[in-house]
């Protein structure tokens, strides 16, 4: 009984120090229950068989990653219970000089520990059911879902499973308690808070070199990332951006204190203004100590940015591709290069597709060599450059006029011996406006043909999952003698119910691929499957997105924030001397202010640097799925940061201010 009533007045006493223990993990707990509650959400939502397999393969998904949460924060929070260990040494101490064994010390640890558990995990519980009813609301808008269905979600399971995980954590943390108080000397614990870090202090020329390198290096990695425009194709580029960024950021945060230090002792009254001498010195002084962490926190925090602000772009690019490249109900193509166009054009007529609506069956021709060397000359080195590795599909005027009538629209009229170019992707839209402008004939075997005044248009042959169309060109009927047919393709606008035609036409297609006997590979795709894909797969995007994303960044917070506190004990002494030079306890705090903002704001600055770059890389690579949405997701992404990553700065600001105060008395 003794020992719970001092354990919990500890808790009390001691509340301003448990201060971002408690954030993180109440923090932790919320998300780890809202987002393993999804499941219960699919009460609200009138899913297929289809989509609730899909649902069920996301639940494993995020199953998965809860694993990989756990064991990170398992990690934080074992940092953050060594931080508190460490500050408390001197009392642990006196509680052995007035006679306690390690046994009731660790005892008292035990309950102390439980405690701040039980109060996180059922203050976390209460806040997650909160935040699970707005992700509910998300769910219903983002699904697209009459509000009316709205209903309270909680979720046994996914309670049950916080309470599990979250246990098996505080057990681990238990157990460390007890092992680092077994290993503790009554000397080594009275004498814990004199035991200063050595400075280790470096030739300004130094550091001034360190820090010009690292900005090359960073500045070589973005220069070759956003010069090669399709990064992908060629991962050795990519690894080398990679690693240099990495070493110059490494270098930047090694070398940063110095040269801001020399830059400002250039400006005499800036250094010499209030104290700024001093933070320049504290800082300077932890260089060594900090920067591989602050590496760390800054891709934490590149990878929050990059993730948050693609989640959104990347869900609404996806969708609105869905508009683009599924203008058929359903498209069916045969692969076979033994075969005659006119078997596979047999073999598709044997399926029957036609008693489900009308239909358009059509060649697709391939250029076996880049269109670049069809083309008269081009001036502009990047369009030049993207042609060389371009291979386009061929279609007749015939075909293009059939298809536009499936889409019910109006076919752009061709005259004789003219050509018009096709693309789905909606981002090569400026690329095919300049190449069109730039060309007047293109070469199709020993023929020239003109090109239409409209140039292109955006357009999709069959339906598909994703814009992969990059170029389609259509040409006169006779044209295409002697060109390669790659596929023969079917496209289906159906006439009746559309349900009922999937489910049909999707059996026969099984049937054939089970029993098939030959060498045809036949593909097919459904709009209405694409759609349901399309649509829980980007929302799939987004919850990852936003699970992964607040994750790193409250791993990146907490641990900047602990850092900072785990200093104080340096800087007590420092401060003492402040005060007895006539400081006052107001300008203390605005150096503890000044401090700990440029602690934050640094790796974040350098963070948002990489991100730039980075959702920009990404941005091009994923064509058009990225890029017209960026703007509302960055200022999403803007509001998370400052929620979170504020959050946590003011709370360190606030309790390290409010022990410098006790502590500088």
């Not at 989509?51 to 694993?67: A, K, N, V, W, Y």
């Not at 498209?331 to 596979?344: D, L, Q, T, Y």
């Not at 029993?515 to 459904?526: A, G, P, R």
Request: with cysteine; aromatic share 12%; charged share 15%.
């Amino acid at each position: 009984m003794m020992y719970s009533k001092l354990s919990l007045r500890n808790v009390k006493r001691s509340f301003k120090d448990y201060a971002i223990y408690f954030l993180t993990i109440t923090l932790a707990v919320c998300l780890f229950y809202s987002f393993n509650a999804l499941p219960a959400q699919k009460v609200m939502l009138d899913l297929s068989s289809h989509q609730e397999e899909l649902i069920d393969s996301f639940m494993t998904i995020i199953g998965i990653i809860s694993i990989f949460i756990t064991i990170l924060l398992a990690f934080l929070i074992l940092f953050a219970n060594r931080f508190l260990i460490q500050k408390r040494k001197k009392e642990l101490g006196l509680y052995m000089t007035l006679g306690m064994t390690r046994f009731e010390i660790s005892r008292v640890l035990l309950i102390e520990t439980f405690l701040i558990g039980l109060i996180s995990l059922g203050v976390g519980l209460g806040l997650g059911i909160i935040l699970s009813q707005g992700l509910s609301i998300l769910t219903v808008t983002l699904f697209k879902v009459d509000m009316q269905v709205y209903q309270f979600v909680f979720s046994v399971t996914a309670m049950l499973k916080t309470i599990l995980y979250f246990s098996l954590i505080y057990m681990i943390v238990m157990m460390c308690n007890v092992i680092i108080i077994n290993r503790q000397t009554l000397l080594s614990l009275m004498t814990a808070g004199r035991k200063n870090q050595r400075v280790k202090m470096r030739k300004t020329s130094t550091g001034i070199g360190l820090f010009v390198l690292a900005v090359l290096m960073i500045g070589t990695a973005y220069i070759i990332v956003l010069r090669n425009d399709f990064i992908l194709k060629d991962l050795n580029i990519l690894y080398l951006s990679v690693i240099l960024c990495l070493i110059g950021s490494i270098l930047f945060f090694f070398s940063i204190s110095q040269f801001l230090l020399h830059i400002i002792q250039k400006n005499k009254q800036l250094y010499y203004k209030h104290l700024n001498m001093f933070v320049l010195r504290q800082i300077s002084s932890k260089v060594n100590d900090t920067f591989i962490s602050m590496t760390l926190i800054c891709m934490l925090l590149f990878f929050t940015i990059t993730i948050l602000s693609t989640a959104f772009s990347l869900k609404d690019g996806l969708e609105g591709d869905l508009e683009i490249t599924t203008p058929y109900d359903a498209s069916f193509f045969f692969f076979n290069r033994e075969a005659s166009p006119e078997e596979m054009g047999e073999k598709l007529r044997e399926l029957r597709l036609d008693e489900y609506g009308n239909t358009v069956l059509f060649n697709e021709y391939v250029f076996d060599q880049p269109i670049v060397e069809s083309v008269n000359d081009i001036e502009d080195v990047s369009i030049k450059k993207w042609l060389s590795q371009t291979y386009p599909t061929i279609i007749t005027q015939t075909t293009y006029a059939q298809l536009s009538r499936l889409q019910v629209k109006e076919p752009v009229t061709l005259k004789e011996n003219e050509i018009l170019f096709l693309t789905n992707i909606g981002a090569y839209e400026d690329e095919m406006r300049q190449f069109t402008k730039q060309i007047y004939h293109m070469k199709i075997g020993d023929k020239s043909y003109s090109i239409s005044s409209q140039g292109y248009q955006l357009f999709s042959t069959r339906t598909d999952m994703m814009a992969t169309e990059e170029m389609v060109v259509v040409v006169p009927d006779d044209a295409t003698k002697g060109l390669r047919i790659e596929s023969v393709v079917l496209n289906l606008q159906y006439t009746g119910s559309k349900e009922k035609a999937d489910a049909e036409i999707y059996q026969r297609v099984q049937s054939y691929q089970k029993y098939k006997q030959d060498n045809f590979h036949l593909v097919s795709t459904f709009k209405n499957r694409i759609y349901e894909w399309g649509v829980i797969t980007s929302n799939q995007i987004v919850y990852i997105g936003l699970y992964i994303g607040i994750i790193f960044l409250i791993s990146s917070a907490c641990f900047l924030a602990l850092q900072q506190l785990s200093e104080m004990s340096d800087n007590m002494e420092r401060f003492n001397i402040l005060k007895r030079l006539g400081v006052t306890q107001t300008e203390i705090n605005h150096i503890i202010f000044i401090q700990i903002l440029i602690y934050f704001m640094v790796p974040l600055t350098l963070a948002v640097l990489h991100s730039i770059i980075g959702i920009r890389v990404l941005s091009r690579t994923l064509t058009n799925l990225i890029g017209s949405h960026l703007f509302l997701s960055s200022i999403m992404t803007a509001g998370v940061l400052l929620l979170i990553y504020g959050s946590y700065f003011l709370v360190t600001y606030l309790s390290y201010k409010s022990i410098a105060k006790q502590m500088t008395r």
